[in-house]
Nanobody, 127 residues
Framework: QVQLVESGGGLVQAGGSLRLSCAAS????????MGWFRQAPGKEREFVAAITRYGGNTYYADSAKGRFTISRDNIKNTVYLQMVSLKAEDTAVYYCAADRALAEQRPPAVGSEYDYWGQGTQVTVSS
């Protein structure tokens, strides 16, 4: 099994930056594609970004493209989400998720396809 712990959330002003981290347990981290999702109060969880097993490809929601960057370090068993030019609408709880992958393939963009989830970290953007 995989345990995921997010960190790095906080309160920032619109236009600011924040870097989220997700630390994973185990030595088989590279067997998993990783994704970031977010959920605002009263709304469904939505896809933000994903990265393949070895970091060869990244994918973004339209709302994140150009502002967010997902990356991973398979030595540190950590995935990151660098966020810049934050907007009030980015306010949400951000979740890290792991999807068991058989190859360096495109990760799913739907949360139901992921196998493991962290507890989330709150990001609040003031305007």
């Amino acid at each position: 099994q995989v345990q995921l712990v997010e960190s790095g959330g906080g309160l920032v002003q619109a236009g600011g930056s924040l870097r989220l981290s997700c630390a994973a347990s185990g030595r088989t981290f590279s067997n998993y594609a990783m994704g970031w999702f977010r959920q605002a109060p009263g709304k469904e969880r939505e896809f933000v970004a994903a990265i393949t097993r070895y970091g060869g490809n990244t994918y973004y929601a339209d709302s994140a493209k150009g502002r967010f960057t997902i990356s991973r370090d398979n030595i540190k068993n950590t995935v990151y989400l660098q966020m810049v030019s934050l907007k009030a609408e980015d306010t949400a709880v951000y979740y890290c998720a792991a999807d068991r992958a058989l190859a360096e393939q495109r990760p799913p963009a739907v949360g139901s396809e992921y196998d493991y989830w962290g507890q989330g970290t709150q990001v609040t953007v003031s305007s």
